[in-house]
């Protein structure tokens, strides 16, 4: 298989006008949507003294450890 470039295009069109969703944004907008359907999750830090919601920030280091993955099995 080819390497996964998480700035593909998920659905590739010739209609350039077209804009759709980058893999890596996919990825992260699935990691998110798991995320937020399980309300016992907290996903608050402390960041430089004050208390911030962390969920978009896991979502996309999940989408770039799938991306590595993926690319490691092709590897093989």
Same mark, same amino acid.
């Given at each position: 298989g080819a390497m996964t470039n998480g700035n593909d =295009?998920? $659905?590739p069109t010739s209609d350039?006008? #077209?804009d759709t969703l980058t893999k890596r944004e996919l990825f992260a907008a699935m990691a998110m #949507?798991?995320?937020?359907a399980n309300p016992a999750?907290? $996903?608050l830090a402390e960041v430089d003294g004050k208390i911030v919601n962390v969920t978009s =920030?896991?979502?996309v280091e999940y989408a770039d450890t799938l991306i590595a993955e993926l690319n490691k099995e092709v590897q093989s």
């Open positions: =295009k998920v $659905y350039c006008s #077209q #949507q798991g995320m937020a999750d907290n $996903y =920030k896991y979502a």
